[in-house]
C-alpha cells in the first residue's frame, strides 16, 4: 500500500481532520444515537440508520469537503510534492487519512450501540451485528472517494455543494418525475439507474443474513467497486489539474 | 563537477486575457554550483519567483530544461537533496509548525528529533506548538525556511526569506547561509534586499524583464576605486576624455579596478595620474562596487 498512501500525509491528515470541532461534534452525536437508540428489539445498525444516517452523512461530506482543495489552494500540496513522493501517494495519503477518521468515529458509534445492546440482554445477534460496521462503512468509504474524485478538480468546499446537489437532485428526478408523469411510466428506469447512482446502502445484507435469508452480494460489490474506482478517477484528475496549472 | 543546478534557456509565457502572451522569463540560463550562494535580483515582475519554480518544476517551461544534480527536477532521488521556501507559505491552519516540520521530516525519512532541533535553532520553539493559523507573517516565514531546511539539503531555493523579519532574524538567516555554504550546499537567493545579498553571495544574476541582464560576481569582480576630488566639477572634461572608464559623480570620481591581485599596483598609478592631470586628491576610497548601484545601472537604466 506504500506505492498508493502516503503514510505520513495519511497521519497529519487523521491529525488535521480528526481533531476539527465539527468532526467531534459529529461524532459525539453518533455515539449517543448508538447509545440511546439501540434496544434488545433493534438489530446493530443503530449507529447508522435513520436519523443517525443523515449524521453519518454529514461526517462523511465534512470529512471531504475540501480534502483536496484546501491543501492545494493553500499552497503547502506544492511544498509536499517536492518531497520524494508521487501525486498518487500523496492523494492516497489524504484519502486514507480521512477514511481513517471517519472508520473510527462510525466504529465509536456501533461499539457504544453494540455495548448497549449487550447490557439489554440482545447477546443472540451478535454475526448480524458484527456484520453491520464493514457494511456501513463501505458506502460511506465510497462516498468520501467519490468527494475527493470531485475535489481534485473542484475549488474549495464546492466538491461537497456538488455532491449534495447531485444526491438531492437525483432524489428529487427519482420521486418526483413518476408522480408528475404517470403516464410515462419512469419508475423502473429510474429504480435502475439509482440502483447504480452512487454507493449503495447495503446494511440490508447484515439484516439478510442474520436473518438467514438468501442475500445479495451485488451491492457489497458494486460498492466495492464505485470505491476503488473513484479513487482511481480522483489520482487522475488531480493529475491532469495539476499537470494542466503547472502549463496554464 | 555536476552543477547542483543548472538552467538552460528557460523561457515560460502566460496568457493573458487579452489573448496575447506575457513573456515571465526568456531564455534563462544560468548554474549554481556546490558551495556557492547565487542571488536573484530584479524589480517586480521579473521574473525571479518564476524562475525559482521552473527550476523545480513547479511550472512547466515553454522551453528549455532545467536540472538538479544533472537529473530531472521530477526525480525523487534530486527532490530529496532539495530544500524550496517559498514567498509566504501557507500550512494547514490546524496543525502546529512542529506537526508540519514533523510531516516533512518522515516524507524525507528523517528522525522527528531533527525538526525539533530545527524550530530551537531557529528561536522558534514556542510558537512551534501552536496552530499555524494563529502565525504572524515572520512566523510563517521562518517555519517556511525550516521546512526546506530539513534533511540538510544539498540545493536550497529560497524566495524572499527575509520579508516580514525582524533584524535578528535577517542576521540569523546569514549566518545560517553561510554555514550551509561552508559545508558545500548550494543556495539560489531570491531578493530584494540588495545589501544582505551583497553579503553573503556570491555571484548576482540582474533580471529584468524575464532576461538575464549580467551575472555579477560579487567576490572577485567589481573592485572600485572613489576619489574625492576638490576641483571635481572643472576636472569633467578633461576626466572623460583621458579616463573614460570611470565615471564623475559630483565631486567624486569612481573607475572599476579589474581585481584584488591588481588593486595594489592599479590605485597609486591612478593617483598619480589624476595628479598629473592637475586634480586636486582629497581622499581615495577602496571597495566593492556597490550593489545598488550595479542595479540602479542595469535594471533601472540610471548612469
Given at each position: 500500500m506504500t506505492g498508493l498512501i502516503s503514510w505520513p500525509v495519511a497521519r497529519a491528515t487523521l491529525r488535521e481532520r480528526g481533531l476539527a470541532p465539527l468532526t467531534l461534534g459529529i461524532t459525539l452525536v453518533l455515539v449517543i444515537l448508538g447509545l440511546f437508540r439501540?434496544?434488545?428489539?433493534?438489530?446493530?445498525?443503530e449507529a447508522f440508520s435513520g436519523f443517525a444516517s443523515f449524521w453519518f452523512f454529514l461526517l462523511i461530506l465534512l470529512l471531504g469537503a475540501g480534502l483536496v482543495a484546501d491543501e492545494v489552494e493553500s499552497g503547502h500540496a506544492q511544498l509536499v510534492l517536492?518531497?520524494?513522493?508521487t501525486r498518487a501517494q500523496w492523494l492516497g495519503g489524504r484519502l486514507a487519512g480521512a477514511a481513517l477518521v471517519l472508520c473510527a468515529a462510525g466504529t465509536l458509534g456501533w461499539l457504544v450501540s453494540l455495548v448497549a445492546a449487550f447490557t439489554r440482554?440482545?447477546?443472540?445477534?451478535l454475526p448480524g451485528r458484527l456484520l453491520v460496521l464493514p457494511l456501513a462503512l463501505l458506502p460511506a468509504l465510497g462516498w468520501l472517494a467519490t468527494l475527493a474524485a470531485i475535489g481534485a478538480g473542484a475549488r474549495g468546499w464546492t466538491n461537497a455543494g456538488i455532491l449534495l446537489a447531485a444526491r438531492l437532485g437525483f432524489g428529487f428526478l427519482h420521486f418526483g418525475l413518476p408522480v408528475a408523469?404517470?403516464?410515462?411510466?419512469l419508475s423502473p428506469l429510474l429504480d435502475s439507474i439509482s440502483r447504480h447512482?452512487?454507493?449503495?446502502?447495503?446494511?440490508l445484507v447484515a439484516r439478510q443474513f442474520q436473518y438467514g435469508e438468501r442475500f445479495e452480494p451485488s451491492g457489497v460489490l458494486w460498492d466495492l467497486f464505485w470505491f476503488f474506482a473513484a479513487w482511481l478517477v480522483a489520482v487522475r484528475v488531480f493529475n491532469l489539474r495539476e499537470l494542466a496549472r503547472r502549463r496554464a | 563537477m555536476t552543477a547542483a543546478l543548472q538552467a538552460q534557456g528557460l523561457t515560460r509565457r502566460y496568457r493573458t486575457p487579452g489573448g496575447g502572451a506575457l513573456v515571465?522569463?526568456?531564455?534563462l540560463s544560468f548554474e549554481v554550483q556546490p558551495g556557492e550562494i547565487v542571488g536573484i535580483l530584479g524589480p517586480n515582475g521579473a521574473g525571479k519567483t518564476t524562475a525559482l519554480q521552473l527550476c523545480l518544476r513547479l511550472l512547466h517551461a515553454d522551453a528549455g530544461e532545467a536540472k538538479l544534480f544533472g537529473l530531472d527536477p521530477e526525480d525523487l532521488s534530486a527532490r530529496r537533496r532539495v530544500g524550496y521556501a517559498p514567498d509566504a507559505a501557507l500550512f494547514?491552519?490546524?496543525?502546529s509548525g512542529l506537526q508540519v516540520l514533523e510531516l516533512h521530516a518522515q516524507l524525507l525519512g528523517v528522525a522527528r528529533e531533527k525538526a525539533h532541533g530545527l524550530v530551537e535553532q531557529l528561536n522558534f520553539g514556542e510558537p512551534a506548538?501552536?496552530?499555524?493559523?494563529?502565525?504572524s507573517r515572520g512566523q510563517l516565514q521562518r517555519l517556511g525556511l525550516a521546512q526546506a531546511l530539513l534533511g540538510d539539503p544539498d540545493l536550497l531555493l529560497l524566495d524572499e526569506?527575509?520579508?516580514?523579519?525582524?533584524p535578528a532574524g535577517v542576521a540569523q538567516i546569514r549566518e545560517l547561509l553561510v554555514g550551509l555554504r561552508a559545508r558545500g550546499a548550494a543556495v539560489l537567493l531570491n531578493s530584494h534586499l540588495l545589501s544582505e545579498v551583497e553579503r553573503v553571495c556570491d555571484r548576482v544574476l540582474f533580471m529584468k524583464g524575464g532576461r538575464c541582464l549580467r551575472v555579477h560576481d560579487?567576490?572577485?569582480?567589481?573592485q572600485r576605486a572613489e576619489v574625492r576630488l576638490a576641483n571635481g566639477p572643472q576636472m569633467a572634461a578633461l576626466l572623460r576624455e583621458k579616463l573614460p572608464e570611470g565615471a564623475l559623480d559630483g565631486d567624486r570620481f569612481r573607475i572599476p579596478v579589474a581585481g584584488p591581485e591588481v588593486v595594489s599596483a592599479v590605485v597609486p598609478a591612478l593617483v598619480r595620474k589624476l595628479v598629473e592631470l592637475g586634480a586636486e586628491v582629497l581622499e581615495v576610497k577602496l571597495g566593492g562596487a556597490e550593489l545598488e548601484e550595479l542595479y540602479l545601472q542595469l535594471v533601472e537604466g540610471r548612469a
Open positions: 439501540s434496544t434488545a428489539d433493534t438489530w446493530g445498525a517536492l518531497r520524494p513522493l440482554g440482545a447477546f443472540d445477534e408523469f404517470p403516464k410515462l411510466g447512482y452512487g454507493p449503495q446502502d447495503i446494511l | 515571465a522569463v526568456d531564455a494547514p491552519k490546524s496543525l506548538r501552536r496552530p499555524t493559523a494563529t502565525y526569506p527575509t520579508a516580514g523579519l525582524d560579487v567576490k572577485s569582480g567589481g
